[in-house]
């Protein structure tokens, strides 16, 4: 019973546990399903979650770009204007910008096609090749021209993108334009500086060669002739360097006005450099070239008033004919160049036409420059020497040195046949270099002869100052030919001082280092600034022969020499004058207190071993003799009858007084300024103005001057008028009684004789 029992339990036991293994195993099946079913659910939840992350970020990226595609377009807006238009070209939609710019009301606009806007600027072909390309559903861009509603012109860089449907069709455009106005203007304005003189506003010759060209191109297709005139003035240079460069440039401005009221239509004035034009007429009749180059020479005649004051420059001018000279226009303006300066030689004519002569001369010209450059070489140039004379002792002081040409083929030549080919080839420097070394060497010859150190003048181009290696070269020469400081000069033209004075100054005083004494030559033939002149440290200032041959016939020439005179001691300079070619300029020059003088009256320029016969002469002048005349007192006679005239010459340089005569008051007038006169006596009846009005002229205009009447005529009233109009203070009564005329020649002459400039000199011993 027990084993059943046990064997009873037992199987109840496993029983149970199958049962109950059995449960468990079903129970954790029940939960693994609900376990998968979750871990499923959990990842299609998850799954969710991505994807909605994924829209919210897309989301927000599609909310960014539209919020930078709507700032894109406030900005494009704000800058640019947008139009669209259907595939007709006709106006669906513009924005503000658009509408602000073509100063068109929209309304006014929608329906429009663009040709409303069109300014004429461009030309049927350039909207032709734009619609091309657009219509093929391509983008177009260019810069358009567009006229507003006000009138007025403004440039756009445009863009225009075809919008295509679904189907690849195109089914509007977009237009964004951005406003290139000012930059265009500014363009514009480089280019028309970049081509147009800026004091005239005439074409410069970049223009005016682009311009020939087309208009010959032009003239060859239709078969007409082409007249080039090249202008020039001709006095112009005279008148800047005097009046200054203010002046100058209103002649310019003058002139060109003037060509340009001359020209047709459709003519060309343009403006080369300095005092140049060109006109260029485009289907002149052969017939009227002559008459239209006489036009503009006339023109030029008329006078220029500057400060109050008329000026004539006049001017010359030449012409050049395409296609009979030439179908180039840098050949035709040369040629039309060669024929203007063939004008300038031919007085009588105011228009030169080209011929090929001219070119003949030209090449001549060619072949001179080449004998010229072989002249410096083989030492063909010579120098010939002009003494300096010091006017207290009489002694010669320096010489300047002049170059000379002493050719096989042209002969001996002047500078004057020459310097001028020199500058223009560029052979000046090298001339200079040779003048220089050629005046050292000569020094040294004649202190080697024993003559000393003679001092000596070298003159030399502007362009030589320019040069860097010029102190260089001075002072190689001076150490080569052993030349002690204060023997070499160097003469600096007044033009060259003032055309950059800071540097010139400095120049002046590095030469001055060198031991070379300076002078300012021609000067008061320029525009002086007497700021930097009184800081230049030269030793001499010369006044120009032009104002020395105008002494004795301009008072305006003499009062020019005695101010330089006096600026040139007062800032302690010596004055010389050159040019001197008379005795009574040679007085004047004394009594004006020059202190050297230089010119053909004393000595030609000469070689050297000709100059050297005067160095052993202890005076050249004699400064007792001008002294002597300096105090003779002058009495200006003015009588019409020629023996009576020459019987009171001879009676009046008996009293030991110099005499100027003249045979009516207007020949008298014209010697006012060459004298200081003591006593005027003037005959009553004269051809022309009576001696009772050419009294009352000295009377103004030289009051200190005693006035004497020789008269026949007892008539009071001539009596009355000579006193009250004349301020006559001597009567003398036909036939002229000697006696009576020593007395008043004496009263008026020796009374002033202490006034003289200089005391006397002692007798002799």
């Known amino acids: 019973m027990v084993l059943v029992t046990v064997a009873v339990v037992v199987a109840v036991l496993g029983v149970g546990c199958a049962l109950a293994l059995l449960w468990l195993h079903r129970r954790l099946g029940l939960q693994r399903g609900q376990l998968r079913k979750a871990l499923s659910q959990l ?175 032009r003239a060859r297709s239709r078969q007409r002739p082409v007249a080039v005139y090249f202008v020039n003035l001709n006095r112009f240079k005279q008148i800047n360097d005097s009046l200054g460069r203010s002046a100058g440039d209103q002649v310019l401005s003058e002139m060109a006005r003037r060509l340009q009221d001359e020209a047709r239509g459709g003519d060309t004035v343009a403006r080369l450099a300095g005092d140049e034009f060109v006109v260029v007429c485009e289907g002149l009749p052969r017939s009227m070239v002559e ?30 004919l395409f296609p009979d000279h030439g179908d180039e226009p840098e050949t035709l303006v040369k040629r039309a160049d060669l024929a203007m300066v063939q004008s300038k030689s031919q007085s009588d004519r105011g228009v030169c036409i080209f011929s090929s002569e001219m070119q003949d001369a030209i090449d001549v010209r060619v072949q001179k420059e080449a004998r010229l450059r072989d002249a410096i070489v083989r030492r063909e140039l010579v120098l010939h020497f002009q003494p300096q004379v010091d006017f207290e002792t009489g002694a010669l002081v320096s010489l300047e040195a002049l170059v000379r040409w002493d050719s096989p083929d042209y002969g001996f030549l002047m500078p004057g046949k020459f310097i001028g080919l020199a500058e223009e080839s560029g052979l000046i420097g090298a001339i200079d270099t040779y003048v220089v070394d050629a005046a050292c060497r000569q020094m040294q010859q004649w202190h080697r002869q024993g003559h000393g150190w003679i001092r000596t003048a070298v003159n030399l181009a502007a362009t030589k100052f320019s040069d860097p290696h010029f102190k260089t070269e001075l002072h190689e020469a001076m150490v080569r030919y052993g030349i002690p400081p204060g023997v070499l000069e160097l003469e600096v033209t007044e033009s060259l001082a003032m055309r950059d004075p800071d540097a010139a100054l400095v120049l002046m005083h590095e030469l001055k280092k060198l031991g070379i004494l300076l002078s300012v030559d021609d000067f008061g033939t320029g525009y002086s600034n007497l700021g930097y002149l009184k800081r230049f440290p030269a030793d001499r200032l010369k006044v120009d022969q032009s104002f020395v041959r105008g002494l004795l016939k301009n008072p305006q020439d003499r009062a020019i020499v005695a101010a330089v005179v006096r600026l040139a001691h007062n800032l302690n300079m010596r004055a010389i004058a050159e040019g001197v070619e008379s005795e009574d300029e040679a007085i004047l020059l004394y009594a004006l207190d020059v202190d050297e003088i230089q010119g053909y009256w004393m000595a030609r320029p000469q070689p050297a071993e000709a100059v050297e016969k005067l160095f052993d002469q202890p005076m050249l002048l004699d400064p007792a003799a001008f002294l002597q005349r300096e105090a003779m007192p002058v009495v200006l006679l003015v009588e019409d009858e020629t023996i009576t005239r020459e019987l009171l010459e001879h009676v009046l340089q008996s009293f030991g007084v110099r005499v100027a005569s003249a045979a009516s008051a207007e020949q008298a007038m014209e010697m006012f300024h060459q004298h200081d006169y003591a006593i005027a006596v003037v005959d009553h009846w004269l051809p022309g103005s009576s001696g009772i009005a050419l009294l009352s002229e000295i009377r103004k205009r030289m009051p200190h001057t005693a006035r004497v009447l020789m008269t026949a005529s007892n008539d009071p009233q001539v009596l009355r008028d000579a006193i009250n109009i004349g301020g006559v203070a001597h009567f003398l009564a036909k036939p002229i009684d000697p006696a009576v005329l020593r007395n008043v020649v004496h009263d008026a002459c020796w009374n002033t004789a202490a006034q003289r400039r200089r005391t006397p000199l002692p007798p002799a011993g």
């Open 291 to 320: 008459p239209f180059g006489a036009r503009l020479h006339t023109a030029l005649q008329a006078p220029v008033l500057l400060s109050g004051e008329p000026h004539v420059l006049g001017g010359s001018v030449g012409v050049a």
């Open 43 to 217: 990842a299609h939840s998850e799954q969710q979650t991505r994807d909605a992350n994924g829209l919210l970020l897309a989301k927000q990226g599609v909310e960014q770009a539209f919020a930078e595609l709507s700032t894109y377009m406030q900005g494009i807006d704000q800058h640019a204007l947008v139009s669209v238009t259907d595939t007709a070209g006709r106006i669906l939609r513009v924005n503000d910008k658009f509408v602000q710019t073509s100063g068109h009301r929209r309304e006014d606009l929608l329906g429009q096609d663009h040709r409303l806007l069109n300014a004429g600027y461009h030309d049927h072909g350039f909207f032709e090749r734009m619609w091309t390309t657009i219509q093929r559903g391509e983008i177009w861009r260019d810069v358009v021209c567009n006229r507003n509603d006000a009138g007025g012109l403004y440039w756009v860089d445009m863009a225009i993108v075809p919008q295509k449907d679904a189907a690849g069709q195109v089914v509007r455009y977009i237009a964004v334009c951005v406003d290139i106005t000012e930059q265009r203007r500014q363009e514009d304005a480089l280019h028309y500086r970049a081509t147009h003189d800026a004091l005239t506003e005439l074409p410069n010759r970049t223009l005016l060669l682009e311009r020939m060209a087309r208009t010959i191109a």
